[in-house]
């Protein structure tokens, strides 16, 4: 059964840091790409950052050179380090993979950023 579990939302002031992580089980971690995606009250569902099972990454134009993916194979966890957060990042950061299998989601972790 595939489980992917994120943590590390809260609460932050403009400008202010968080990290995400999300732990995978179940899966072959290092063969899969990796993804963030976010939700914002009102909002579609919109991909954040996303990293190869290579390392390749990649971001939204919104969240670049402020937001850093990156995966740790060893431990199956994959991080989404927010730096310079504004108040249009509040949202629900989800996890999420896939293959031929299926699309795998985590429950999400509430992001709020506010002074």
């Known amino acids: 059964q595939v489980q992917l579990v994120e943590s590390g939302g809260g609460l932050a002031q403009p400008g202010g840091s968080l990290r995400l992580s999300c732990a995978a089980s179940?899966?072959?971690?290092?063969?899969?790409?990796m993804y963030w995606y976010r939700q914002a009250p009102g909002k579609q569902r919109e991909l954040v950052a996303g990293?190869?099972?290579?390392?390749?990454?990649n971001y939204a134009d919104s969240v670049k050179g402020r937001f850093t993916i990156s995966r740790d194979n060893a431990k199956n966890t994959v991080y989404l380090q927010l730096n310079s957060l504004k108040p249009e990042d509040t949202a629900v950061y989800y996890c999420?993979?896939?293959?031929?299998?299926?699309?795998?989601w985590g429950q999400g972790t509430q992001v709020t950023v506010s002074s």
């Open positions: 999420n993979t896939g293959g031929t299998g299926g699309s795998y």
């Open positions: 990293i190869t099972a290579e390392g390749r990454t």
């Open positions: 179940g899966i072959i971690f290092r063969i899969y790409d």
